[in-house]
Nanobody, 126 residues
């Protein structure tokens, strides 16, 4: 069972940048697709970005395209989310997750992920 720990959240002014990291334990990290989701109080968790097992394919939620970049380091069991030009709607708890699935349909949907981190808070001040 993979365990995930996110870090890198914090306070940032609108227009600023943050890089989130998610380190995984376990020997099967490279077999999984990985995703980032975010959630604000009272709202459902929403998809942000996902990356295939080899890093060759990425998916993004429309509002973050061109501003956020997902990447992974399989040797280091780490997935990253580089967030630039942050806006107020970027305030949320961000979660990383693993999925045994491939393809846009599965990776942009929460139920197809089988392990989640505890989340890291990002607050964007406007």
């Amino acid at each position: 069972q993979v365990q995930l720990v996110e870090s890198g959240g914090g306070f940032v002014q609108a227009g600023g940048s943050l890089r989130l990291s998610c380190v995984a334990s376990g020997r099967t990290f490279s077999r999984y697709s990985l995703g980032w989701f975010r959630q604000t109080p009272g709202k459902e968790r929403e998809f942000v970005a996902a990356i295939s097992w080899d890093g060759g394919i990425t998916y993004y939620e429309d509002s973050v395209k061109g501003r956020f970049t997902i990447s992974r380091d399989n040797a280091g069991n780490t997935v990253y989310l580089e967030m630039n030009s942050l806006k107020g709607d970027g305030t949320a708890v961000y979660y990383c997750a693993t999925s045994p699935k491939t393809g846009r349909y599965y990776l942009t949907t929460g139920p197809y992920y089988n392990a989640w981190g505890q989340g890291t808070q990002v607050t964007v001040s406007s």
